[in-house]
């Protein structure tokens, strides 16, 4: 089966940086997209983050973007977010997850299949 565990998490002071990494197993790593979300006590899941299966196509949320970097290393089977200029607004559980289809790369948190545990993040000010 299809397993995802994230790694990386950790405190860090309001405009620092840390690098979350994810790892897939169970299937063709290369053949599928993967995505970052966060959810914050009292608060939904969001979408922060999206890669297709090559790394070629991304997207990301308006309240990361230029800020986060989303990338993947295929022969590692490993998926990474780039997190810098962190903000107290940023803390939250931090989950990597991927679909069943591979012909997706999805921007919504009800389109994906596969979740990790999450890596928590702590920003202090």
């Known amino acids: 089966q299809v397993q995802v565990v994230e790694s990386g998490g950790g405190l860090v002071q309001a405009g620092g940086s840390l690098r979350l990494s994810c790892a897939a197993s169970g299937r063709t790593f290369s053949r599928y997209a993967m995505g970052w979300f966060r959810q914050a006590p009292g608060k939904e899941r969001e979408f922060l983050a999206a890669i297709g299966s090559s790394g070629g196509i991304t997207y990301y949320a308006d309240s990361v973007k230029g800020r986060f970097t989303i990338s993947r290393d295929n022969a590692k089977n490993t998926v990474y977010l780039q997190m810098n200029n962190l903000k107290p607004e940023d803390t939250a559980l931090y989950y990597c997850?991927?679909?069943?289809?591979?012909?997706?790369?999805?921007?919504?948190?009800?389109?994906?299949?596969?979740w990790g545990q999450g890596t928590q993040v702590t920003v202090s000010s």
């Open positions: 997850a991927t679909p069943r289809s591979s012909l997706v790369v999805p921007r919504r948190v009800e389109d994906y299949d596969y």
